[in-house]
């Protein structure tokens, strides 16, 4: 008891206020959450269940904010670091374990930063004109398909949806600009103006042909069309659409080549040139975003969504392995469940340290075990990983997913690391002489074909 | 848009007035001054759809501080005037109060990238007034260091010029041959940008051991290293397509415009001082004057290629130099304080940006009288407003770029 007496005597006062609250709040908040459950909670269901719509609606939308923050972040430090080495360069190596933090310290550093607003600027527009275009960005993730079934919205016109709201950020980028009062912004918002529009064009008609094969709009429909083999992703059967699709995708998410808006050496820093702090922030974040959807998207329309290049159903079915049988029915073993649960690890640990003890007699033994035991918990991670893997298809599909999102996000960044910068009318003049016609040929032939192969 | 005069003084920086204004940070590119000349009362007059682009002096692609204000009509730059002065330091005068020896140290960052040239000219104008014979060992020592730094400048330039058409990596792949060369010039000469290494009579000091491994080193992988680097941008289509045909500069207006060097080679004119007044020992070298756009002028790409071309001289010529370099003193036997007779002398070297040149005048005393320097960056800086017209804003960096100037050597 004095013991007690002495620690309450050593808190501060506000420890004195706080400590008391904190107890109340422990042993109360449980206590309500209970009586909440109890009473509460079956209308709530019902209420839930009855809109299920606008819940998994909401859900989404904040699952795509906190997912779109570290996808970005991902992108940014892969960014700095790949095209580090591909200018023989360490790149960000301070913060974190290779420089990994690095990303998560410069968002701090925006947060922190003076969110300057020049005097003459349309302090209005200034302001919300970047939470529009990272807005814009961030919506698109709602129709995105990440897995089979992991998809915010399952839209019937994703299509639509999608180039309407993507078409939506140049309106951001344009105010961004027009809103700063400097004639750099102006210049580089004005060139946003004409590229994105002027790359909508290519970019909707290259996806048309690919619509008529698939006979729907839904992202997700369109991804459940590419399973099997990769032989059935849509890339083989429209590769002039895919290559126009991922051109207009680049100039429409204002990377290199096509990073006129932005364009260091001319126009300073394009449209946010008079940012700073966290408004800049969103401007920098929506770019990255944007990039990772892109990517996202060439992956969903033609490099077959979330599904594995390898039909690994046919090949067991070739084997003759079921497996749903292969699956272990953990509720049959009884009490020998609780034995093989703890008596597992102490087995591997054992047989995964004797190589190490044999090996090295000289070091202590604990050594080996040590390594023994952390050579199981990899191999026991592995495992857990195949197993999920195998039961869930929304693991597989999210990590085929990413692991091709990612690939192309690399391929943006190595251009980045290659590419000069194309002039103002090469770029138009690429999309209207080249790009168009050759999206109207894809759309005329595709059309075509199918019309012959109905009639055959 | 011009301020007309008389209209009342301009209210002081102290005036607490002006900080309720709201304008205060705002600056007007039109100059606050009345025109004082007809091309200048034309210039700062706007036009329907026209605005004033200030360019500089902080910009990321100006080469230094300068300023450029474009006269822009969309993406077209309809006209532009260059605004130099930002980096003036009175070198001239600067020298004309110094002795002769200090001199070198005055003149050295005034080319930053090539400073070793800056030392020769005015070293020979010296040496001709003196009536110094330079042994010559030290001709070789100066020629073979001042190729070296040749390759660094246009190595060099092509990263500056993929810098300013937006492709970040050829500038990294250009400083590690850039650092390469100053390192060993370091070992010589103990900088490595701002030399001090010519002095009136011969060299500061004889080749090292460590200038000849690490040279040995470099120069059996430089003209590999070399093809491959230019490989990363010649292939390059977007690279070519936006150099080419962009800032053709043809045979007449070079000549007019009084350009030297690479730029008037480019433009189909074989004239390098190297061979028309030959100094030195070049005339016992052999290499090639590379030409290009002989018919109807050179663009920015022919700029470029014929810089790249000299790279390959350039390491012919060390090539020689270090085969044939004699044996003997580096410096010639001089006092210490130097009084030249009353006189006038010229020295013209070429240097990586054209004709470098010191007139000098003697007065018998130890400090020169006058000392005037050209700088080919200030003359080819002329182009800049006959080359850009009409072009898109994206072309005034290809064109700047392409005609390689630097700040230091126009402001003086």
Redesign the interface.
């Given at each position: 008891m004095t013991a007690l007496n002495r620690s309450w005597g050593n808190l501060t006062a506000f420890g004195k206020v706080i400590l008391p609250l904190l107890l109340v709040v422990l042993v109360v908040l449980p206590v309500l959450a209970v009586l909440f459950l109890m009473f509460v909670g079956p209308w709530l269901m019902d209420v839930l269940n009855s809109n299920l719509g606008i819940v998994r609606f909401v859900v989404a939308i904040g699952g795509v904010l906190l997912f779109s923050i570290p996808a970005a972040f991902i992108i940014i430090y892969m960014e700095l670091k790949v095209i580090a080495y591909m200018n023989l360069r360490v790149g960000p190596n301070r913060v974190g374990p290779g420089g990994a933090a690095h990303s998560l310290v410069a968002g701090l550093k925006v947060l922190t930063k003076e969110d300057f607003t020049p005097s003459s600027a349309d302090v209005v527009v200034f302001t919300w004109a970047p939470v529009l275009v990272f807005l814009t960005c961030v919506m698109t993730f709602l129709v995105i398909p990440f897995g089979p079934g992991l998809v915010g919205q399952d839209m019937n016109i994703g299509v639509l949806y999608l180039f309407a709201v993507g078409g939506m950020t140049v309106v951001g980028l344009l105010l961004a600009g027009w809103s700063s009062f400097n004639k750099y912004s102006l210049l580089g918002g004005l060139r946003s103006a004409a590229q994105v529009v002027s790359y909508e064009i290519p970019l909707t008609l290259s996806v048309v042909g690919l619509i008529l094969l698939a006979h729907t709009m839904s992202l997700n429909s369109i991804a459940e069309q590419q399973s099997g083999w990769f032989t059935n992703w849509f890339v083989f059967r429209q590769p002039l659409g895919a290559l126009i699709f991922f051109i207009a995708a680049t100039a429409e998410a204002n990377r290199t080549p096509f990073d006129l808006t932005e364009a260091d050496s001319e126009i300073v820093a394009g449209f946010a040139t008079e940012y700073s702090g966290m408004r800049f922030g969103f401007l920098f974040f929506a770019e990255y975003v944007n990039v990772f959807i892109v990517s996202a998207l060439i992956t969903t329309f033609f490099f077959g969504a979330w599904n594995a290049p390898i039909d690994i159903n046919a090949i067991f079915a070739m084997v003759g392995i079921d497996p749903i049988t292969v699956s272990l029915d953990p509720g049959s073993l009884g009490i020998g469940l609780v034995l093989l649960v703890l008596s597992v690890p102490v087995v591997m640990t054992l047989v995964f340290a004797a190589p190490f003890y044999l090996a090295r007699r000289s070091s202590p033994a604990w050594q080996s075990l040590v390594l023994g035991f952390l050579l199981f918990n990899l191999v026991a991670i592995g495992g857990l990983f195949m197993l999920t893997y195998i039961s869930w298809d929304w693991v597989a599909g999210l990590v085929w997913f990413m692991a091709k999102a990612f690939a192309f996000v690399y391929v943006f960044v190595w251009m980045r690391g290659t590419f000069p910068r194309v002039r103002i009318d090469h770029l138009m003049g690429f999309a209207w002489k080249w790009l168009l016609p050759a999206a109207l040929l894809n759309l005329f032939i595709t059309a075509a074909a199918i019309v012959v192969v109905k009639s055959l | 848009m011009t301020a007309s005069p008389g209209t009342g003084q301009h209210p002081s920086m102290d005036d607490p007035r002006i900080m309720l204004d709201?304008q205060i940070?705002?600056f007007e590119t039109v100059p606050p001054y009345p025109p004082r000349t007809e091309r200048e009362s034309e210039f700062y007059s706007l036009r329907d759809g026209e605005?004033?682009?200030?360019m500089g002096p902080q910009?990321?692609?100006t080469h230094g501080v300068l300023r450029v204000v474009l006269k822009i009509n969309g993406?077209q730059v309809v006209d532009l005037d260059p605004v130099l002065g930002y980096l003036h330091r009175g070198v001239e005068k600067l020298c004309e109060n110094s002795d002769y020896h200090h001199i070198i140290s005055q003149v050295d960052p005034l080319e930053y990238v090539s400073s070793l040239f800056t030392e020769w000219a005015p070293v020979m104008a010296f040496e001709q007034l003196l009536d110094v014979q330079v042994p010559r060992r030290a001709e070789y020592i100066r020629v073979l260091t001042g190729e070296l730094l040749r390759i660094s400048s246009h190595i060099l330039y092509q990263g500056w010029i993929?810098?300013?058409?937006?492709?970040?990596?050829p500038i990294?792949?250009s400083f590690?041959e850039r650092d390469e060369i100053v390192e060993m010039l370091a070992a010589i000469t103990g900088q490595r940008m701002l030399f001090n290494y010519f002095r009136i009579g011969g060299v500061n000091g004889d080749l090292n051991h460590e200038f000849m491994s690490r040279l040995g080193d470099w120069m059996s992988r430089a003209a590999k290293q070399h093809e491959a680097n230019i490989g990363l941008?010649n292939e390059?289509e977007?690279?070519v397509?936006?150099m080419r045909d962009i800032g053709r500069l043809d045979r007449t207006t070079a000549l007019r415009m009084a350009t030297s060097g690479p730029n008037l080679r480019s433009a189909g004119v074989p004239y390098d001082v190297r061979r028309a007044h030959p100094y030195s020992v070049y005339p016992e070298l052999d290499f090639d004057i590379p030409v290009r756009g002989t018919n109807g002028g050179g663009d920015s790409l022919d700029r470029y290629l014929l810089r790249m071309d000299e790279v390959r001289e350039s390491l012919k010529i060390i090539d020689q130099c270090l085969h044939n370099m004699p044996d003997g003193p580096v410096m010639a036997r001089l006092p210490r304080l130097l009084r030249p007779r009353p006189g006038r002398a010229w020295a013209a070297v070429e240097a990586p940006r054209g004709l470098y040149g010191t007139y000098v005048i003697s007065d018998g005393t130890d400090q020169p009288f006058r000392m005037k320097i050209h700088d080919p960056s200030f003359v080819n800086m002329q182009l800049v407003g006959l080359l850009m017209k009409g072009n898109?804003?994206?072309?005034?960096?290809a064109v700047m770029a392409s005609l390689d100037p630097v700040m230091g050597g126009i402001d003086k």
């Open positions: - | 709201g940070g705002q605005m004033f682009l200030n910009h990321p692609a993406e993929a810098l300013d058409l937006g492709g970040l990596t990294l792949y590690i941008l390059n977007i690279f397509r936006r898109l804003i994206a072309d005034t960096m």
